[in-house]
């Protein structure tokens, strides 16, 4: 894979923390897996891991009070 902000050809294997602001609160997805730019540190993830981030996030709209803090393996 190429990384398409810079043009490097180093993406490995990585994990990040997920962060969205929706309406009602914070959401933060800790150790989701993804693809990271060795040289500018752009992170790409797979279609499954989004499809996924999204279902997390609509499960939680109607649950969260401010701030929800996830672990990815635990609701993946």
């Known amino acids: 894979m190429r990384c398409t902000v810079c043009k490097n050809d180093e993406v ?4 990040t923390t997920y962060f ?7 959401v933060i ?3 989701v897996p993804c693809k990271k ?3 500018c540190g752009e992170e790409f993830f ?3 891991v989004m499809e996924r981030i999204d279902e997390i996030i609509d499960s ?3 649950i969260a009070g401010k ?3 996830l672990e990815y393996k635990s609701v993946a």
């Not at 490995?12 to 994990?15: L, V, W």
Request: one cysteine or more.
């Open 46 to 48: 797979s279609v499954h």
């Open 60 to 62: 939680i709209r109607n």
């Open 12 to 15: 490995k294997d990585s994990i």
């Open 37 to 39: 730019c060795s040289q």
């Open 67 to 69: 701030i929800f803090v």
């Open 20 to 26: 969205v602001s929706l309406k009602e609160c914070y």
């Open 29 to 31: 997805i800790e150790n």
